[in-house]
Structures are given as C-alpha cells and as structure tokens.
C-alpha cells in the first residue's frame, strides 16, 4: 500500500480516500448533531455558541437528515475501493 522500498510507487490515491472519507464522516456527524439536538429540543433559543442551521431556522430538520445521509454516501463511496485494497478489516474500522 504505502511502501517506502526501492522501485515502488507510493500509491497516493489511498490515504487521500482515506482522508476524505473521515472528513465527510465528520461533516455527517456534525449534521446528525445538529439535527438531532435540535429534535430533542437541545438546542433552543437559549444556546450558548455557534449557530447551529437547524435551531435558527436556516435550513429544515429534513433537509439536514437528508444532507447527512448524502455525506455519509460519499463517505462510503470513497471507503469502497479502500476495501477493495485493503479488504474487510477495513469495513470493520
């Protein structure tokens, strides 16, 4: 995968999936958060910090789901051809 021997090409291509398949696993998490908390009524006008979309009213509780769900997809989309290299221990992590 990553090898540092003589005559061997460090394959790039992997730890960039890698990294953008935790970022948009994070941005998932944050839209997940933001959607829940605003569902159980975490978030109200009382909150003390940054503007959360759903509790100010920016963008509907749906909208937020369905944003979550569509990272969390491109998330498994770049995670897919890390399986396909590095096998199923991979879906495990």
């Known amino acids: 995968l990553l090898s540092f021997s003589k005559g061997e090409d460090i394959q790039w291509w992997i730890p960039a999936l890698a990294l953008l398949a935790t970022i948009f696993i994070q941005i998932g998490t944050n839209f997940v958060n933001d959607a829940a908390d605003y569902a159980t009524g ?7 910090g940054p503007t959360r979309v759903t509790q100010s009213g920016l963008l509907s509780a749906k909208s937020v789901w369905i944003m979550a769900a569509v990272v969390f997809g491109l998330a498994i989309l770049c995670g897919i051809p890390l399986v396909y ?9």
Not at 42 to 48: G, P, S, T
Not at 85 to 93: A, C, D, S
């Open 42 to 48: 975490a978030d109200n006008e009382n909150r003390i």
């Open 85 to 93: 290299v590095g096998g199923w221990p991979i879906v495990f992590i």
